[in-house]
């Protein structure tokens, strides 16, 4: 990064005109026309990069404009710096955009906790990560809603991330293989972060550069991060919404055979006294490609994992942070036949159960706070759990000082 931090203060790409303008640290400016180059979208008016404080700055057509930290050099965690990680739940970011929209919908005491959360994030005190949960949430939102939500999510998230969790989980089952089949208490070794500015994480996916070719290496590093960070926050500026037909049933018959599990539990009573074993057999199936993936990997033969399944899994299972809260939240609520299990549940369970697990605080309705709460009862660890804005100002208010 040295050779672009020593030459360049910033680059600054008009999509409206076609043009380009390089600023050297010095003054001196080239100016350079770039056909093509508008935003087909009409998403953004201009994209200003600041090589020294390595931020994307985007000016949005709709007046708003939102700083994305690009990160990468040298490392994300060296970015993120002694911030807090709070994680909100969607109706939480709704008040802080009711908060700047319409704030007679909400309390006094309401209003006062989100315009502080707000100045911490803008502030760079905490870090207000976006998740794949929120966007599926939005996606098939009106347009309005969208409008007056989106921009500020983009806003004071400034390009955090939570990786996906069936990443996290992945990388859980794998150390924790690789330690049960080397014989030892605890892996050593250092897993991704969770909360990240790496490209493609909030998804999942791959996004590295390509290799070869003759573009030094930091500006490969820099265009791709870049790439990543525009086209990402196009996609879900876009007004148009998102169908979820597929993604809506596919999560209704999850929910459907946990509920009939839950009935059954609660009718048969062997099966009631064995809810342990059940309902982390009903755990291990839902996860069996990623379980199996992570036990070939660790060379573990299959009398092996036959015994690891019968006399260690309880114990492995529960050891990892994001997965044991899973399995404890799971069997907490599968328990209570009378608690219904709607689509909806399976994005929290996935998400706030991986929150909970890694970040700082996290901030959720009632009933979700309730499960994780119980999922970390006879376990160490788990973030701070509050149901409000006013309770999250409360718990961070000494901490911020």
């Known amino acids: 990064m040295s050779y672009l931090v020593h030459s360049w203060a910033r680059m ?4 409206e005109h076609e043009t380009v303008e390089l600023v050297r640290l010095d003054g001196q400016r080239i100016q350079l026309s770039s056909p093509g180059t508008s935003d087909p979208y009409r998403t953004f008016l201009s994209a200003t990069y600041d090589f ?4 994307l700055i985007l000016n949005l057509v709709h007046g708003d404009q939102v ?8 490392d994300d965690d060296h970015r993120r710096g002694d911030r807090l990680c709070v994680y909100l ?3 939480q970011w709704i ?6 929209h319409t704030p007679d919908k909400l309390t006094a005491p309401e209003r006062a906790a989100a315009e502080t959360v707000c100045r911490w994030a803008r502030d760079q005190r905490i870090l207000l990560p976006l998740s794949g949960a929120h966007l599926t949430e939005i996606a098939s939102a009106r347009s309005r809603y ?7 999510m983009l806003e004071l998230c400034r390009g ?4 996906s969790p069936i990443r996290v989980r992945q990388d859980e089952l794998r150390a924790m293989f690789r330690v049960r089949q080397a014989g030892q208490q605890t892996s050593e070794e250092a897993r991704p972060a969770v909360f990240t500015l790496e490209p493609g994480a909030l998804f999942g996916t791959d996004a590295s550069p390509p290799t070869g070719g003759t573009v030094p290496p930091e500006f490969a590093e820099l265009h791709r991060r870049v790439t990543w960070v525009t086209a990402m926050y196009s996609s879900v500026l876009d007004d148009e919404p ?3 037909g597929q993604a809506d049933e596919l999560a209704d018959r999850w929910a459907k055979s946990l509920h009939e599990l839950a009935v059954e539990l609660k009718r048969n009573t062997a099966a009631r006294e064995n809810s342990r074993t059940v309902i982390r057999t009903r755990l291990i199936v839902d996860m069996r490609d990623d379980v199996i993936e992570a036990a070939l990997a660790a060379g573990m033969p299959l009398e092996r994992f036959e015994a690891w399944h019968t006399e260690e899994a309880e114990q492995d299972l529960l050891a990892t942070p994001y997965v044991g809260t899973v399995y404890e939240a799971t069997h907490a609520r599968l328990r209570n036949a009378g608690d219904v299990w709607h689509g909806h549940d399976l994005n929290d369970l996935l998400y706030l159960a991986c929150a909970s697990a890694y970040a700082d605080v996290v901030a959720c309705e009632n009933k979700a706070a309730d499960y994780l709460a119980r999922a970390w009862r006879s376990r160490s660890g788990g973030a701070k759990l509050v149901k409000t804005l006013p309770a999250l100002v409360e718990h961070l208010q000494p901490i911020l000082r």
């Not at 600054?12 to 999509?15: A, C, G, K, N, Y």
């Not at 020294?52 to 931020?55: A, G």
């Open 12 to 15: 600054v790409q008009d999509f």
């Open 52 to 55: 020294v404080d390595r931020v």
């Open 67 to 74: 700083e994305v930290e690009i990160g990468g050099f040298p």
């Open 89 to 91: 739940d969607q109706n």
């Open 95 to 100: 008040k802080l955009a009711q908060y700047v």
């Open 146 to 152: 969208r409008n007056t939500l989106v921009p500020l």
């Open 160 to 163: 955090w991330q939570m990786r």
């Open 242 to 244: 998102i169908e979820r």
